[in-house]
């Protein structure tokens, strides 16, 4: 049974940093493609971040040279480092395969606001 378990949303003033983590549990995790993804209030859901067994990495535009993605296989856990954030990062936040999973997590809050 796949598990993600998503920590370390807040709220962060613009030009902040923060780090996401993601513990999955009940795939192959080192060899699967794994992503963020994050949801606005009235919007769809987007992936802003993958990263490959191999740690290959892709980013959406939108956050390319801000957020980095990478993985730590033996813990089975994906993190999100968020730099520069700005008030349009502001979303729930969802790990996941790329593509993703039928099950998805709680995800984690992250707010940007002065």
């Known amino acids: 049974q796949v598990q993600l378990v998503e920590s370390g949303g807040g709220l962060v003033q613009p030009g902040g940093s923060l780090r996401l983590s993601c513990v999955a549990s009940?795939?192959?995790?080192?060899?699967?493609?794994m992503g963020w993804y994050r949801q606005a209030p009235g919007k769809q859901r987007e992936l802003v971040a993958e990263?490959?067994?191999?740690?290959?990495?892709n980013y959406a535009d939108s956050v390319k040279g801000r957020f980095t993605i990478s993985r730590d296989n033996a813990r089975n856990t994906v993190y999100l480092q968020m730099n520069s954030l700005k008030p349009e990062d502001t979303a729930v936040y969802y790990c996941?395969?790329?593509?993703?999973?039928?099950?998805w997590g709680q995800g984690t809050q992250v707010t940007v606001s002065s």
């Open positions: 990263i490959t067994g191999g740690r290959s990495t």
């Open positions: 009940g795939i192959a995790f080192s060899i699967k493609r």
């Open positions: 996941n395969g790329v593509p993703g999973f039928a099950y």
